[in-house]
């Protein structure tokens, strides 16, 4: 594969930092954006407690940018992308980044724990971001590689930093829990971002996180090699301002030197855009293969490699959070969530028309199957909003005027917080989205109602439906010959129910129902040795099928002979031996008995066979014997089913 970079390297001369280091073209001109703090401090001049900062960071023009190889573009994703565990994969837009190429699980998202990913809406404001989004501009017009506007204005957001603050000293200290990741090309090439922490000591500044990813080679696409976490300063800046309403400054970066290890390319420091990030950040970046990307190379990159400014702000503001109870349900049948906000300042939105035109229009709560474009600040119609259940969240006072509760009403405080409970039925949704052809994603949204418009009122939180996972086994107790096997199939899993199939080698043995997510089956007596046995669970519409296998155990019964002379012999008469042989458990014997006379030195004097009849009595024939001491050992040799055992029984002939 052959990706044509603009960052003034060529691939010659990048060797083996191959496509690892083409992410360093989007991220090196990294840099923040702005940061927060929901309750407002005081001015004071002691240190002044932060307990939720908001941090937020577009790190730089090349993150929101297209890529060289065809069909793919740099963006980010809250959260730690899983491994594909291969290099040269990219997220499928098909599924919306949930998976790779090769079918590993990916998991894209715009939220995750305290990080959102944002975009950038026509309007101008910001909102989660969706998957195809973080490709297009505020225009929808696709990102490109090849230039320098055509960025998709997505910013990474983390929420409730913590630390202290010393304006007066020009002192800050706040750190973030939250992950991240950054990827380019479609995730050909990615790290992750973890826990982001500022520094600010008498207006200098110090922005650090601890970074990880994975080096891979444009030479070698299945190249795919773990780096381990490393915390690393990722920008520094002088002249920071630390007041008690925010902070602002720049990260350094024009101008900046780097001193590039011997075989690594040269820092090109030329133009008007030439410079880099700390020395440390870049070494970091050389060893995922991607030094070049993150200081001036002399390409026509260089511009989108500068970092960005960075501000603080502190003034109180709610910011509409929507949290759910769970995000995956079964693909038929109606089920319940409970879906909670925050955050939704009712004196943020004012109805537009009837019923509540003029006053505070609360928000629609819905979960339903609406098409990517489904805002209404973009000016999208409510037909493409079809929902298959709803309710709407209005102050108290209002909730009579929209009907009340049978109509759907509940309450949202003048806090701006609500609970709902919804009812997500695939189904349903399906039925209701039947005339919006662009229909495909699946979630709840929020929305204002009456008619306003109120961007931070719109989110989105994607829900999926799969069915349950089950595991069989089978449970087949050890047996003696003679005993009846019985096989139980036990199946595991949310709902599983139906038929179930038990098989010995190739025969059936039986289809039964499960109960209480069991079935037995009878195996009959078996002959002894090992039986193989499989069964399969066909599954419901809900719950995914499964298959088993075991080995059920059948030992030899135990035997035992007892021997009867019923005639002595005599130097002129013959005699008669008769054997009866008995199993446990009761059963038949099959097969001969070998009988053996033998003289008082152990001699043998006659061997002989006797068959068993069926009810396991053998009768031999003795020789005429002169006058001595002798011994008659009856044998029962074992059949395929039943242990050998023997009796010896001595007698003097006269």
């Given at each position: 594969?052959?990706?044509?970079?603009?960052?003034?390297?060529?691939?010659a001369?990048?060797?083996?930092?191959?496509v690892?280091?083409?992410?360093?073209?989007?991220?090196?001109?990294?840099g923040?954006?702005a940061l927060?703090?929901?309750a407002a401090?005081?001015?004071?001049?002691a240190p002044?407690?932060v307990?939720?900062a908001?941090?937020t960071?577009?790190?730089?023009?090349e993150?929101?940018a297209?890529?060289?190889?065809?069909?793919?573009?740099?963006?980010?994703s809250?959260?730690?992308?899983?491994?594909?565990?291969a290099?040269?994969?990219?997220?499928r837009?098909?599924?919306?980044?949930a998976?790779?190429?090769?079918n590993?699980?990916?998991?894209?998202?715009?939220?995750a724990?305290?990080v959102?990913i944002?975009d950038?809406?026509?309007?101008?404001?910001?909102?989660?971001?969706?998957?195809d989004?973080?490709r297009?501009t505020?225009?929808g017009v696709?990102?490109?590689?090849?230039?320098?506007?055509?960025?998709?204005?997505?910013?990474?957001?983390v929420k409730?930093?913590?630390?202290t603050l010393d304006?007066?000293a020009e002192n800050?200290?706040?750190?973030w829990?939250?992950?991240?990741?950054?990827?380019?090309?479609?995730?050909?090439t990615?790290f992750?971002?973890s826990?982001?922490?500022?520094v600010v000591?008498?207006?200098v500044g110090?922005?650090s996180a601890?970074?990880?990813g994975y080096?891979?080679?444009m030479d070698?696409?299945?190249a795919?090699?773990?780096?381990?976490?490393?915390?690393?300063?990722l920008a520094?800046m002088?002249?920071?301002?630390?007041?008690p309403?925010g902070?602002?400054?720049a990260?350094?970066?024009?101008?900046?030197t780097?001193?590039?290890a011997?075989g690594?390319t040269?820092q090109?420091?030329?133009?008007?855009?030439?410079?880099?990030f700390?020395q440390?950040?870049v070494?970091?970046?050389?060893v995922?293969g991607?030094g070049p990307y993150?200081?001036s190379?002399?390409?026509?990159a260089?511009p989108?490699k500068?970092?960005n400014?960075?501000?603080?702000a502190?003034?109180?503001?709610?910011?509409?959070?929507v949290t759910?109870?769970?995000?995956?349900?079964?693909?038929?049948?109606?089920?319940?969530i409970?879906?909670?906000?925050t955050?939704?300042d009712?004196s943020?939105?004012t109805?537009?028309r009837?019923?509540?035109?003029?006053?505070?229009a609360?928000t629609y709560?819905?979960?339903?199957?609406?098409?990517?474009a489904?805002?209404?600040?973009?000016g999208?119609?409510?037909?493409?909003r079809k929902?298959s259940?709803q309710?709407?969240?209005?102050?108290?006072?209002?909730m009579a005027?929209i009907g009340?509760p049978?109509a759907?009403?509940?309450?949202?405080?003048p806090a701006?917080t609500?609970?709902?409970?919804l009812t997500v039925?695939?189904?349903a949704?399906?039925?209701?989205?039947a005339a919006v052809p662009?229909?495909?994603?699946y979630g709840i949204?929020?929305?204002a109602?009456?008619?306003?418009t109120?961007?931070?009122?719109e989110t989105?939180t994607?829900?999926?439906?799969?069915k349950?996972?089950?595991?069989a086994?089978?449970s087949a107790?050890a047996?003696?010959?003679?005993?009846?096997s019985?096989a139980t199939?036990t199946?595991?899993?949310?709902g599983?129910?139906?038929a179930?199939?038990?098989?010995r080698g190739?025969?059936?043995v039986?289809?039964?129902?499960?109960v209480?997510?069991?079935?037995t089956?009878?195996?009959g007596t078996l002959?002894?040795g090992?039986?193989?046995?499989?069964a399969?669970?066909d599954?419901?519409?809900?719950v995914e099928?499964a298959?088993?296998t075991?080995?059920?155990?059948?030992a030899k019964?135990?035997?035992?002979?007892t021997?009867?002379l019923?005639k002595k012999?005599?130097?002129?008469?013959a005699?008669?031996?008769r054997?009866?042989v008995?199993t446990t458990p009761?059963g038949?014997?099959a097969?001969t008995v070998k009988v053996?006379v033998r003289?008082?030195?152990?001699?043998v004097?006659?061997?002989l066979?006797?068959?068993?009849?069926r009810?396991g009595?053998?009768?031999?024939?003795l020789?005429?014997?002169?006058k001595?001491?002798?011994?008659?050992?009856?044998t029962?040799?074992?059949?395929?089913n039943?242990k050998?055992?023997s009796k010896?029984?001595?007698?003097?002939v006269?």
């Open positions: 594969m052959t990706i044509t970079t603009a960052g003034g390297t060529s691939a001369r990048r060797g083996t930092r191959g690892a280091a083409l992410l360093s073209t989007a991220v090196a001109s990294a923040l954006v927060g703090v929901a401090p005081s001015a004071s001049a002044i407690s307990s939720n908001t941090f960071w577009d790190i730089n023009n993150v929101q297209g890529a060289f190889a065809p069909g793919t573009w740099n963006l980010m809250a959260g730690k992308i899983g491994n594909p565990g290099g040269g994969q990219t997220l837009l098909a599924d919306n980044g998976t790779w190429s090769n590993a699980t990916a998991g894209w998202k715009s939220t724990g305290n959102t944002e950038k809406g026509a309007d101008g404001t910001y909102a989660p971001a969706t998957f989004g973080t297009r505020s225009a696709l990102t490109s590689g090849f230039s320098q506007t055509n960025l998709a204005e997505t910013r990474m957001v409730k930093g913590t630390g304006p007066d800050a200290q706040i750190t829990d939250g992950d991240a990741t950054v990827l380019f090309y479609s995730g050909m990615y992750h971002l826990d982001p922490e500022l000591t008498d207006g110090t922005l601890t970074l990880g080096a891979t080679s070698d696409m299945e795919w090699t773990p780096v381990a976490d490393t915390k690393i300063t520094t002088t002249g920071v301002d630390v007041t309403t902070i602002a400054g990260p350094q970066y024009k101008g900046v780097y001193a590039a011997e690594s040269e090109v420091r030329t133009g008007d855009n030439w410079g880099a700390p440390a950040f070494d970091f970046q050389q995922l991607q993150w200081y190379t002399g390409g026509s260089d989108r500068i970092a400014p960075f501000s603080v502190y003034s109180e503001q709610l910011t509409p959070e759910v109870s769970r995000t995956t349900f079964l693909p038929n049948g109606a089920q319940e409970t879906v909670q906000g955050g939704f009712p943020a939105a109805g537009a009837p019923p509540l035109a003029g006053r505070p609360g709560v819905a979960f339903g199957k609406f098409p990517e489904w805002r209404p600040s973009a999208v119609a409510s037909a493409n929902n259940s309710q709407w969240a209005v102050l108290a006072e209002d005027t009340g049978d759907g009403a509940i309450e949202l405080t701006g609500f609970t709902a409970t039925d695939k189904a949704a399906d039925t209701a989205a662009t229909a495909a994603n949204y929020t929305y109602g009456s008619g306003a109120a961007p931070s009122y989105y994607p829900l999926t439906f799969a349950a996972p089950s595991a086994t089978i107790p047996r003696t010959y003679g005993q009846a019985t199939v199946v595991t899993g949310e599983a129910e139906g179930v199939t038990l098989k190739a025969t059936v039986g289809t039964a129902d499960l209480s997510g069991a079935a089956f009878a195996l002959g002894a090992r039986h193989p046995l499989s399969t669970y599954g419901t519409p809900n099928g298959t088993a075991a080995t059920v155990t059948v019964a135990a035997s035992r002979t021997a009867t019923v012999p005599a130097p002129r008469k005699g008669k031996v054997a009866k008995t009761a038949s014997a097969g053996v003289n008082a030195k152990g001699k004097v006659r061997t066979q006797a068959r068993l009849t009810a009595v053998a009768t031999a024939k020789p005429r014997l002169a001595g001491t002798y011994r008659v050992v009856l029962y040799t074992g059949d395929a039943v050998a055992s010896s029984l001595p007698f003097r006269r």
